[in-house]
């Protein structure tokens, strides 16, 4: 069986990935990092998905992000939006996914693991720079030369299997791969237990997508949406 | 005065880029990272060369890398080894620098920071994958993809002063700027108080650098070596 490291935030796009990877006999070893998020009830999703989709470990990583702030999700002065902008929103988070799958290839490195599976997606998304397909592959060229691994003829691949679907077929496919959404959280304000807000960018996305993929929505609002 | 983040370790060569950056006007954030290493007196020698060298800023940014493992920096039950090899040593730690590069970068965004300095050395060093040119390049291409900063036109530039530099070359420039070797701690396993072993290959090639240099050695060893 192959080792596999997958990034996993709690959120519907990376149980999903879970699922791919799980789907193609990947053991998984999950990795969570507690960054000072907002929504930090993402963290517990994380691992009711990674027990229910048989991850092989599921870690979580402590590294504060809140002491460089410069984001809604990093620093509480900063409100979450409510209304869509057509520039990058304040909810992006500095160098975030570089710094995740700077800790993902480090694993990977440890693990021995061949791939790390990653849940960017390039369609329905909030513009962040650091999800698009021609960034994957910089971190791709990156990670040949960073490490011993790689030097030594073992390279890890980046996996992004649902970087090119629409927020639809993304639901729709971890729906056929058995991802209980229930159990998952978007929302950027999410309260302790889980309630989303219905109304900022993550939520709005997410129930978009649960429209157009004709899938009953099973997230639970804070107030109806 | 341009910002720029500093990568210090407490090392003599990140030491020697302060010395280069605070020559250049810059305005010096330096970043410090407490993985777990197992020469912890590191962290101490840190905050010594910021102030000694007018650093605007020293932060310490915990992030425990021993549960990855995989290096005799990080688990304990790995010995450092006190014999030159021809291979990449066991104290090469997994993507460390790649981990490091990319929490710069994100400071660099929120700070508005024109500049990552960077100590890494490809000359008298020990062989590590994340020191060469070729991966500073990636990383810098990676940069140019990876954030908010970038895409509105201000790409962070990545600086590696010393890359090509002897070791005795490195010590002769610090010493020019003033560096005070004294004050930092090269050995992978010097004690608390910040002694070093003298036989590890940091030692090794710090000490040989001293007599190339023909600049005397400051170092406190254990032992005479």
Chains 1, 2 share one sequence.
Not at 142 to 157: F, I, M, W
Request: hydrophobic share 45%.
């Amino acid at each position: 069986m192959q080792k596999s490291v997958v990034l996993l935030s709690g959120g519907m796009d990376s149980a999903t990935v879970l699922a791919i990877a799980r789907a193609e006999g990947q053991a998984c070893h999950c990795l969570t990092v507690d960054y000072g998020q907002r929504h930090r009830a993402e963290l517990a999703a994380a691992a009711r998905v990674a027990r229910a989709l048989g991850a092989a470990e599921h870690r979580v990583v402590a590294l504060d992000l809140t002491g460089f702030g410069g984001s809604a999700l990093t620093d509480p002065k900063i409100a979450v939006p409510e209304q869509p902008g057509d520039r990058i929103p304040v909810t992006y988070v500095p160098a975030r996914n570089t710094v995740f799958l700077a800790l993902a290839l480090a694993w990977s490195e440890t693990l021995g693991a061949e791939s790390i599976y990653f849940g960017a997606n390039a369609v329905d998304y909030s513009g962040y720079p650091d999800c698009r397909p021609e960034y994957m592959r910089a971190f791709e060229a990156l990670a040949r030369l960073a490490t011993k691994a790689a030097v030594e003829g073992s390279p890890v691949a980046l996996r992004t299997p649902i970087i090119e679907l629409s927020k639809a077929d993304i639901i729709r496919k971890g729906a056929a791969l058995g991802v209980d959404f229930a159990q998952t959280v978007s929302c950027y304000q999410a309260t302790e237990a889980g309630l989303a807000c219905g109304r900022c960018d993550a939520c709005r996305l997410r129930r978009a997508g649960f429209e157009a993929a004709g899938v009953a929505d099973p997230t639970r609002y804070l107030q109806r949406p």
